[in-house]
């Protein structure tokens, strides 16, 4: 027991000791500072400690925004070089379109322009239709001239037997007063006038070496007729279509009758901006008297009409 006390003395002496050395050591190395002293410094030493580890934090937390915002700056940047590249594209479709709308806006007075001319030239072309039934009502009701009205101009189907003699392209009296009531009408239109001459399928005899010759023969000489009323030759076509365009059976006398005809077809008008070009095409020179022929016929033969048989 005492030498237990007696350690227990001997360690608290060499701790004293120990404190003792350590007391004198301190100052020589750092001053003698107190525990308290020594107890803030440990503190603020692990205060800085988590201090930094949370400017650590701050930094990589800043880095992962710098990039990120950085990845969104090029999309940004990409993003304005399409929506500069759409905006030009834009702005050159509008300058189309403005040029655009201005020529369908010329192109529509243009064409309100030729609507009223065209208005103007179906009321004159109905007019004229309405006066050629009226003149020509007893040829009509009879069936020997038919009268049609197209949306482009007139038709008229006149029969063999009230224009020409059997064989013959001569017009008799009765067929020169009805084609100087037409032509006198026709005076009046702008349209180009087709006169196509039509045969049955028997053969001529005589004078002419075949329909063809016969057909053109007859048609030139309405065109002819169609010039001293007043007709402007330019205006004027003579086709021959022989006996190649039936309009009924050539097996019988009554549809060989209907087949032996003279057709006069009104066109578009001449000055039609639409029909320039064949118009210039087509017209004869100034000054010229003679109806334009066909290259659908062979070329017609000397107009004036043989003997009557």
């Known amino acids: 027991m005492q030498s237990a006390v007696a350690a227990a003395r001997r360690n608290g002496f060499a701790r004293f000791v120990y404190q003792l050395a350590a007391c004198m050591l301190l100052p020589i ?48 940047i990409d993003e304005n070089e399409d929506l500069r590249i759409s905006t030009e ?67 008229l189907n006149l029969s063999e037997e009230i224009l020409f003699p059997s064989g013959s392209a001569a017009l008799n009296a009765g067929g020169k007063a009805v084609l100087t009531k037409v032509s006198r009408r026709l005076v009046e239109l702008p349209h180009t006038i087709e006169v196509e001459g039509h045969t049955d399928n028997v053969p001529v005899a005589r004078r002419y070496p075949s329909n063809w010759e016969l057909a053109a ?34 097996e019988t006398a009554e549809g060989r009758a209907k087949n032996r005809r003279i057709e006069i077809q009104l066109d578009a008008p001449i000055d039609d901006p639409a029909e320039t ?10 000054g010229s008297q003679a109806p334009e022929s066909d290259t659908r016929a062979p070329a017609a033969t000397d107009a004036e009409g043989p003997p009557a048989p």
């Open 29 to 76: 190395a750092f001053g003698c500072v107190t525990k308290g002293t020594y107890d803030e410094v440990v503190s603020e030493r692990d205060q800085l400690a988590v201090a930094r580890r949370d400017l650590e934090n701050s930094v990589e937390k800043l880095t992962a925004a710098n990039r990120s915002l950085t990845a969104e700056r090029v999309v940004l």
């Open 89 to 155: 594209r834009n702005e050159r479709e509008v300058v189309n379109l403005t040029r655009v709308k201005s020529q369908l806006a010329e192109s529509l007075e243009t064409t309100e322009a030729l609507l009223a001319i065209r208005s103007a030239e179906i009321e004159k072309m109905r007019s004229s239709y309405d006066g050629l039934i009226s003149d020509l009502e007893n040829e009509v009701a009879s069936g020997q001239i038919q009268i049609e009205q197209l949306r482009t101009g007139l038709t």
């Open 217 to 250: 023969a007859r048609a030139s000489s309405v065109v002819r007729l169609m010039i001293e009323q007043g007709v402007q030759p330019e205006r004027l076509k003579v086709v021959s279509r022989a006996e190649f365009a039936p309009i009924a059976s050539n």
């Open 277 to 286: 070009s064949e118009a210039e095409d087509s017209t004869p020179e100034p």
